[in-house]
């Protein structure tokens, strides 16, 4: 049936009002035309934490990194720039590790990978990512031992040159802070026969046999030829006036202390050093120096749980008289404005801060320097070859353990790439588990300022072991 | 003629130059599910890496590769301690021992020597076999327990030596910069060949013990397996069939070795004596079927991506204490295997498999 003229008329007036009204009430409820386009979000600059949350100490140190990552978050990010984080369990093997690594930066795209773990895990990730920087440009950071990592970088640049060894070279470490140390136990503890006890590990080994080495460092701009050289803690003990009178190597993993400590004890020592890190058990050993014959010697241990206050609660009072530096101390030394507000952080989340803790925290601080380094100049964080550059040139101000200037990266010498040894001052576990500054002001090897010494250095203080136990 | 081909029997047999010979046979259940599982076994990897997006199993497509990867030098060395086990009648507990060894010798020989990943691969195999070969009077002189303890105490051995002499093997640091297995350019094609290679020398070990337990010597080997005594008082040569057995399987338990420090760059033996090597080889043997030779590249894939699934979706301490209880949950479930699921499904299949009982 044909459709009459009056419905299709109806019908054309209806589609004509429906048009118009429809495209008014589009034109009206459209936001108004700006002069500016609505503001694009920065991408966010991704940090990836590599590390085993289920061994204390390394989740400590991780969660160290994590706090800096969080007061960078707080503060608006890295130079406008949102900082995103993710962290993977590594389980400290090296092939998870690995395959952490590379989810990260390829599937994640991490710009900066922190890696909490041993050396082992970090020589395996550099070798992944030279492989992984052309393609995906990254930074690796790591905090440990381990002279291969630093030597690499400096003889192979461009295959290696986005890791840092954000710590202090072995070979420099290992020979300036038993220097500073000998140096106290002449001046400040008065003695001159010591015991030298070594972990059976590759980061002792020039401690233990001497290390003579040439390392050409080759830059892009820089060709150069680097003698490492490092003394056995034997002769530096010698040269600091001391006689070593016992010296032993501790195998790696053993519960068995007793006859180095009798050893040391019936060779006249009268102060024992014994260069321990992780690998050593450091509470079994002070335990057993509590009820040996060497419980009157000295004792001084190098790296390990002794970097916590809490030592004391571990040992069960057993480190009464031990000397070590500790880390965690509240009224640490303040060498940054940073270094106490980090401990008590720590401290009140219930976790503790050995050395490798400040540097994990400080690391992160590295970091955003040199990305600002990098905007300030009008370039872009995500040009990581900038941001290696910054880093080797920027210092960074908030380190919590090192001065200003001595946070260089990539000053050209045996230290490229890493951080110049860092001297802790000292201290001694008192009665009641109270933590005492028992450096000596006038020690020559003292990075503290002086004003800082003379405020929080006691070496007055000092007590020997038998005067600690007989109630002084 | 070169080649003659002719139908016997149910089977389609090729003669190659009148000296070899092929057999197929045209049945298709004897070879369907096998061949299935190949050819997903070879795409597996294309499509996680190019078809899984990040997160669909909790990790992303690097990681799944990697553990694929990992998965299959397990498999090597479980497989190489299933054929092992039934040959010498003795369960070896230190294969980790000859994985050690075997990444050592390409480590050194590469770094101080510049030898090639392909020379390595040869040196690995034949320094781990005479190692293997000096170690075998073993399982003559001992047995039980006492050959259970000496094979605990050989990576504790080499685990000394390791930290003793640290300035050849590196100590906790081990050996780094050795030669990359593979180095295209791109990170996701260096892991395709990484897995590819793995995946190869696995199928080509399988296929060897498949061969070997298939034909005279496997026979014998399975006498010995199932009573030592009865086997000699059958003639068999025990002593013999035990060193070489001893002796081939610990080269190969050295290439294992050999891949992990070519595919990572870097070797450090401390990392790879670690008891959880020793636990991964010997799951994936049992897990996978109580020496079962098809059995071991399951378990191990079981076992490896089970720890990395459960890693990225728990984290912390708790996934590793999770990984061992659903282990410990499904040897218990599973007494025999996952092979053991298969087979109770398809028990018509033929299927080749060790068919005497075992001393596990």
Not at chain 1, 188 to 191: D, I
Not at chain 1, 328 to 335: A, G, L, R, S, T
Not at chain 1, 402 to 415: C, F, Q, W
Not at chain 2, 56 to 59: K, L, R, S, T
């Given at each position: 049936m044909p459709m009459s003229k009056k419905v299709l008329a109806a019908i054309i007036v209806v589609v004509v009002i429906a048009v118009v009204g429809g495209l008014s009430y589009a034109l009206i409820t459209a936001p108004p035309p700006g002069p500016t386009p609505p503001p694009v979000e920065k991408k966010p600059i991704k940090i990836a934490l590599l590390y085993n949350p289920a061994i204390s100490v390394l989740k400590g140190q991780g969660e160290a990194a994590k706090v800096a990552i969080e007061e960078l978050q707080k503060a608006g990010g890295i130079a406008g720039y949102p900082v995103e984080y993710k962290e993977w369990d590594t389980q400290r093997k090296v092939d998870v590790a690995v395959a952490a690594y590379r989810e990260a930066v390829?599937?994640?795209?991490?710009h900066f990978v922190l890696l909490e773990g041993v050396s082992e895990e970090m020589l395996a990730l550099m070798e992944e990512g030279a492989k992984l920087y052309p393609k995906y440009p990254h930074i690796l950071g790591y905090v440990g031992m381990a002279a291969e990592v630093t030597i690499k970088v400096m003889e192979e640049y461009d295959k290696?040159?986005?890791?840092?060894?954000?710590f202090d070279a072995d070979y420099t470490a290992n020979v300036l802070r038993p220097l500073a140390i000998f140096w106290e136990a002449k001046n400040?503890?008065?003695?001159s026969k010591i015991a030298i006890l070594i972990e059976e590990a590759a980061w002792t080994l020039g401690a233990r046999q001497g290390l003579e080495m040439t390392v050409t460092l080759k830059t892009p701009e820089v060709t150069k030829t680097i003698r490492i050289s490092q003394k056995p803690l034997r002769e530096l003990a010698r040269e600091m006036?001391?006689?070593?009178v016992y010296e032993a190597n501790i195998p790696v993993g053993?519960?068995?202390f007793l006859p180095f400590l009798e050893g040391a004890k019936a060779a006249g020592a009268e102060y024992i050093f014994v260069m321990s890190s992780?690998?050593?058990d450091c509470i079994t050993l002070v335990k057993q120096w509590a009820v040996s014959?060497?419980?009157d010697i000295y004792l001084e241990l190098y790296?390990?749980?002794?970097?916590?206050?809490?030592f004391w609660n571990l040992t069960g009072g057993a480190a009464l008289g031990v000397i070590s530096g500790v880390f965690?101390?509240?009224?640490?030394?303040?060498?940054?404005?940073y270094t106490q507000p980090f401990i008590a952080k720590m401290l009140g989340r219930g976790l503790r801060v050995d050395m490798s803790a400040h540097y994990y925290y400080s690391a992160v601080y590295h970091f955003k320097r040199a990305v600002e380094y990098v905007v300030e100049r009008?370039?872009?964080?995500?040009?990581i070859d900038a941001v290696i550059k910054a880093l080797e040139r920027v210092p960074c101000?908030?380190?919590?353990?090192?001065?200003?200037?001595?946070?260089?990266?990539?000053?050209?010498?045996?230290?490229f790439h890493s951080y110049p040894a860092c001297l802790p001052p000292h201290y001694q576990f008192q009665r009641d588990g109270k933590v005492v500054?028992?450096?000596?002001?006038?020690?020559?090897?003292?990075?503290?300022p002086e004003e800082l010494a003379r405020r929080y250095?006691?070496?007055?203080?000092v007590k020997s072991p038998a005067e600690l136990r007989a109630g002084g | 003629m070169v080649i003659k081909i002719e139908e016997r029997r149910g089977r389609i047999i090729i003669h190659l130059l009148n000296k070899s010979r092929f057999e197929w046979t045209?049945?298709?259940?004897?070879w369907r599910n096998p061949l299935i599982v190949v050819i997903l076994w070879i795409l597996l990897p294309l499509i996680m890496a190019y078809y899984v997006p990040l997160g669909?199993?909790?990790?992303g497509s690097t990681t799944l590769l990697s553990s694929l990867i990992l998965a299959n030098v397990i498999a090597l060395s479980a497989i190489a301690h299933s054929l092992q086990t039934i040959g010498t009648g003795r369960v070896n507990f230190g294969p980790q021992f000859f994985l050690v060894v075997g990444g050592y010798v390409a480590a050194l020989l590469n770094k101080?020597?510049?030898?090639g990943s392909e020379l390595t691969f040869l040196a690995s195999f034949a320094i781990t076999a005479l190692v293997g070969l000096a170690l075998s009077p073993l399982t003559v002189i001992s047995r039980g327990l006492y050959f259970t303890l000496i094979t605990l105490v050989l990576p504790l051995i080499l685990g000394e030596l390791i930290f003793w002499r640290g300035d050849i093997?590196?100590?906790?640091t081990g050996i780094p910069g050795i030669t990359r297995?593979?180095?295209?350019?791109d990170p996701m094609n260096d892991l395709l060949i990484c897995f590819y290679l793995s995946l190869a020398m696995v199928l080509i070990l399988t296929v060897i013990v498949d061969k070997i337990l298939r034909s005279r010597w496997g026979f014998m080997l399975g006498v010995i397996n199932e009573d030592e005594d009865v086997a000699s008082s059958f003639g068999i040569d025990t002593k013999k069939i035990k060193v070489v057995t001893f002796t081939f399987t610990s080269g190969i338990m050295g290439l294992s070795g050999w891949f992990i420090a070519h595919y990572y760059g870097a070797f450090a033996g401390t990392m790879w004596l670690e008891p959880w090597v020793l636990i991964f080889i010997l799951l994936s043997s049992v897990l996978g079927g109580k020496a079962a030779i098809y059995g071991a590249p399951l378990g191990a894939y079981f076992i490896v991506l089970s720890r990395d699934i459960l890693r990225s979706y728990i984290g912390g301490g708790y996934s590793l204490l999770l990984l061992y209880i659903v282990l410990l949950i499904a040897l218990y479930l599973l007494p025999e295997g996952l092979w053991g699921l298969y087979r109770k499904t398809r028990y018509r299949e033929y299927v080749p498999v060790i068919r005497i009982r075992r001393k596990l």
């Open positions: 390829v599937d994640w795209g991490a290696y040159k986005f890791a840092f060894r954000l400040v503890l008065k003695v006036g001391l006689t070593v053993t519960k068995e992780w690998y050593t014959g060497a419980r790296g390990g749980p002794n970097h916590w206050t809490v965690d101390v509240p009224d640490y030394i303040p060498i940054s404005p009008g370039g872009s964080p995500f040009d101000e908030e380190h919590t353990l090192l001065p200003a200037e001595m946070t260089i990266l990539g000053s050209l010498d045996e230290n500054c028992i450096s000596g002001i006038e020690n020559p090897f003292r990075q503290v250095f006691h070496p007055e203080l | 045209i049945e298709p259940r004897y669909i199993v909790g990790i101080n020597y510049g030898l093997f590196g100590a906790e297995l593979a180095h295209t350019g």
